[in-house]
């Protein structure tokens, strides 16, 4: 066989699988549309006796039917829409007939499945029809090693109050990307007497690894019973936790909070300073306002624009001496003072949150 009809067995093999690939896309579209086609009217008819239901016209009976006759994706992905339309009495009332599904019933065993995307839908089904005897169950999925398991099963906790539970998520919280930490943050509201107990616990452990963590849940809190532990951390080792320290503090306006903060504005961490002076900004203490003036003219400039909108939270007084920095003889103070002069005010509490 010549080099020309190898290229050209090779050109009619491309041709013929590119032809296949494409009446496979063809054909799956295919099916999709009629498999559509022929549960759309299920689908509104279940939207249609929940919408009844819910305004109390129907019993809950034809919803059940209704449900039990959509694929389990689509039911679960029903209930998630309407769960939050649905007030909270009534779904419970849901949710408790539903225990007794036989399709729930197989979902429910789907929280130990080897494969992830049946334990995801056991996630989805129970962060909005979990019963007190799925606890267990939950705080197994929670510890799933799969991202999205784990954050559907902790939306649980809007609509269950569960020790356990609580105490699961706030364990996994320091191992979480920021933005997850966040929305897990969001979900450990809701239990806020045991997450602000136990995370007490966890901030008093000085060489715990998961401190800083803990210390920047404890920022979103914003708890005024976590101030006198938060001020301990003001003086840790680790800059991380005196970062986190200096942004708590700014929250609790207090005399041993300002004495934090003055300490923490001279400390080694440029990102510890720059922290302090936003927190001495919020609390606005007149007897601090030489030392905010003072950090600008830090050698680090993020300091000193810290610095700069802190000075505007003490209002006239804190204008009036970025009036004077700006025709000072200082120029990298001089700069800052100009820039923040010059923002708008939307812009200043835009930066300055």
């Not at 290229?7 to 498999?35: C, D, H, K, S, T």
């Not at 197994?140 to 356990?164: F, G, K, Q, W, Y």
């Not at 809190?221 to 986190?244: G, Y």
Request: charge should be positive.
């Amino acid at each position: 066989m010549t080099s020309r009809q190898f290229l050209l067995v090779v050109a009619i093999v491309q041709g013929v699988l590119l032809a296949a690939l494409i009446a496979l896309i063809v054909l799956n579209r295919w099916f999709r549309l009629r498999r559509s086609a022929r549960l759309n009217p299920r689908r509104v008819a279940v939207d249609d006796s929940m919408r009844r239901w819910a305004a109390g016209a129907t019993p809950l009976a034809g919803v059940l039917v209704g449900l039990a006759r959509l694929p389990v994706p689509l039911a679960i992905d029903a209930l998630v829409g309407w769960s939050a339309r649905v007030p909270g009495e009534r779904w419970r009332e849901l949710a408790a007939a539903l225990e007794h599904q036989w399709w729930v019933r197989l979902v429910r065993t789907n929280s130990n499945s080897a494969r992830w995307w049946k334990r995801l839908e056991c996630a989805r089904f129970l962060s909005v029809g979990a019963m007190p005897g799925d606890v267990a169950r939950l705080v197994r999925l929670v510890n799933d090693p799969h991202a999205a398991v784990h954050v559907a099963a902790v939306a649980s906790l809007e609509r269950m109050e569960s020790t356990p539970l609580t105490l699961a998520a706030l364990e996994r919280l320091p191992r979480l990307a920021p933005t997850v930490q966040a929305y897990y943050a969001g979900m450990l509201r809701r239990s806020r007497p045991v997450v602000i107990q136990h995370l007490l616990k966890r901030l008093r452990r000085n060489d715990d690894p998961a401190l800083p963590r803990f210390a920047e849940f404890a920022v979103r809190l914003a708890e005024p019973a976590l101030r006198e532990r938060m001020t301990a951390l003001a003086d840790h080792t680790n800059p991380e936790v005196r970062i986190q320290a200096a942004r708590a503090l700014g929250s609790f306006p207090h005399r041993e909070s300002v004495a934090a903060l003055t300490r923490l504005a001279t400390d080694a961490a440029w990102e510890v300073r720059a922290q302090a002076a936003r927190s001495l900004g919020m609390i606005a203490d007149a007897t601090t306002l030489p030392l905010v003036r003072a950090l600008l003219r830090d050698t680090v400039w993020w300091v000193r624009l810290r610095a700069g909108l802190a000075l505007m939270r003490f209002g006239t007084t804190g204008r009036n001496a970025l009036l004077e920095i700006e025709v000072g003889a200082d120029p990298a103070a001089r700069d800052i003072a100009q820039l923040i002069l010059g923002l708008p005010a939307q812009a200043l509490a835009e930066f300055a949150a």
